[in-house]
């Protein structure tokens, strides 16, 4: 059977980023951006660049560095969007203009009180004007997955004719189910008359648990691109996992007649990366990539993989990157040893970085004797202090015995300021966050508090994600530290460095065009 080449398009940059709470610095999107390519992704979406300015430079600035994955922004379908897009894909080495319109009667007539005249119009202009940026432009149809199937069909035969070389079928609410989704993409491709002129692509959420099945249902009837996200970050319940469905078809070559290019030892370190900078952490059976995809508890399991790995095993955690050996550092090893094992990780620094980093892996190490490699990478995405950093943490002290309620003494440092505050809580954790407040009386409201053992052992660390909102903006904070009360109160601070810096953006998807 031959082969067809399956195109992994990721969009953790972009749809993943529409998750609460998951928005990226454009320095903490070039670091995934990195490791994608690494991962060898055929497309990597960088972002909206019409959204803000900040997501103009995000994308501008992946589409700078990245050279051997096309690099993508998405449009609505209007001109001054995509002039927008090709602006901040210029230096790309291979750009791709992403513009969409949404297509069922409910988003049209609701959403963008447009006729389905008026939308095939829009779909045909945009795409036309995108071409004169490039050849490379993909046209989305908006929840398909609740288009009516005539319309669907007029409206992709006219963003083909109109030059769209890919055409994606999104399920944007996460409606459909594999049987009548493959069924769909079937009859697309038998009932469009151009279809042999464009790869059809779907993009599927993750409402009904169903995204990698439906996109797995899609491949089987035709679809050769799948858009996906590291660990099924995205808008609500996500989208579907890059990972499983890399995995599957990888898994079950009987049954899928395609391959990708993608290296899959990648993975594993995608996936921590994700969650150390988004702070959504992974659940420990999530497949491929949770802490427990590969651990067999079980005494007959184990005694089955013992005596022969296929037993339980379909595939091998090396493979999609789990390391065998997890020790890398101690408190003896040296800069240089540190700054080669974080290349190997993918981690890209210069040299003041790799000053901070190695001072604070000092620190951990005389705390920690053995440091993984999950703590380093810990380490990297655990906010520096930057010098925009409004809120420091200079010093905790936290009092907690039986009988006695918690209290909390902490001193911040506020624009070059010492301030102190103290406060009780109904915990050590409380009392310090209490304490902050008593200080930065932020009025944010904290919709949770996650506390994940980096590593296994009493002396981990410990990594806790903070997510407050204000004002309808909702950010996380990131913390890790041997000691998980000092680590909740760095996450908190985190948190509020964040809100500080203004978030101006516009969402694709909540207004028309
Ligand atoms: O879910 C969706 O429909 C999208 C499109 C913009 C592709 O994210
Ligand atoms: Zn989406």
């Not at 399920?171 to 042999?196: C, K, M």
């Not at 050769?224 to 469905?245: K, Y």
């Not at 030892?265 to 996936?271: A, D, E, K, L």
Request: some cysteine; proline content about 4%; glycine content about 6%.
């Amino acid at each position: 059977m031959t082969q067809d080449r399956l195109i992994i398009f990721d969009t953790t940059l972009r749809d993943g980023e529409q998750s609460p709470g998951a928005s990226m610095t454009r320095e903490e999107k070039l670091r995934i951006a990195h490791l994608l390519e690494k991962l060898r992704v055929d497309v990597i979406e960088a972002g909206f660049p019409a959204a803000s300015p900040g997501d103009f430079e995000a994308v501008r600035a992946v589409a700078r560095a990245v050279k051997d994955s096309r690099v993508c922004g998405l449009t609505r379908a209007r001109a001054p969007d995509i002039d927008r897009a090709a602006e901040a894909l210029k230096d790309a080495a291979a750009p791709r203009i992403h513009t969409f319109i949404a297509t069922s009667s409910i988003h049209m007539q609701h959403k963008l009180r447009m006729t389905p005249e008026q939308v095939i119009e829009h779909a045909i202009a945009a795409v036309r004007h995108a071409r004169n940026y490039t050849d490379d432009v993909e046209f989305s149809a908006e929840d398909a997955g609740r288009s009516e199937i005539d319309f669907l069909c007029r409206v992709i035969e006219a963003a083909i004719d109109a030059g769209a070389r890919t055409i994606n079928i999104p399920d944007t609410v996460g409606y459909a189910i594999p049987q009548q989704f493959g069924a769909t993409i079937a009859t697309l491709l038998e009932r469009v008359p151009n279809s042999d002129k464009a790869v059809f692509s779907v993009h599927c959420h993750n409402d009904l648990g169903l995204a990698v099945a439906n996109s797995l249902a899609a491949v089987l009837n035709g679809a050769r691109q799948v858009e996906c996200t590291i660990n099924a970050l995205g808008e609500r319940a996500g989208n579907a996992s890059l990972e499983e469905i890399v995995m599957a078809v990888r898994t079950r070559q009987d049954i899928f007649p395609v391959e990708t290019r993608i290296d899959a030892t990648q993975i594993v370190p995608c996936s921590r990366l994700v969650s150390n900078v988004t702070g959504f952490p992974v659940q420990p059976n999530k497949a491929i990539v949770g802490a427990n995809a590969f651990a067999h508890e079980s005494g007959i399991h184990q005694d089955g993989v013992l005596k022969h790995r296929d037993t339980y095993e379909i595939m091998r955690a090396e493979d999609v990157g789990w390391s065998a050996n997890r020790i890398v550092l101690g408190k003896h090893s040296g800069r240089n040893a540190l700054r080669t094992r974080l290349l190997e990780l993918g981690v890209e620094f210069d040299s003041a970085q790799l000053d901070d980093i190695f001072l604070r892996f000092k620190d951990l190490a005389d705390k920690k004797h053995e440091v993984f490699d999950e703590d380093l990478q810990a380490l990297v995405s655990e906010a520096a202090p930057e010098e925009s950093d409004r809120y420091r943490l200079r010093s905790l002290h936290v009092c907690s015995e039986t009988g006695v309620t918690p209290r909390a003494e902490i001193q911040l440092e506020i624009d070059d300021q010492l301030r102190s505050g103290a406060a009780e809580g109904s915990g050590p954790v409380d009392a310090s966050f209490q304490a902050v407040e008593s200080i930065v009386n932020s009025g944010t409201e904290l919709l949770l508090y996650s506390v994940n053992n980096i590593t296994s052992g009493t002396d981990a660390q410990g990594e806790v994600t903070v997510r407050l909102s204000r004002a309808g903006r909702i950010v996380n904070g990131l913390g890790a530290d041997t000691d998980i009360v000092i680590a909740s109160v760095k996450a908190y601070l985190h948190a509020l460095n964040r809100l500080t810096v203004p978030a101006e953006r516009a969402h694709p998807q909540h207004d028309g065009v």
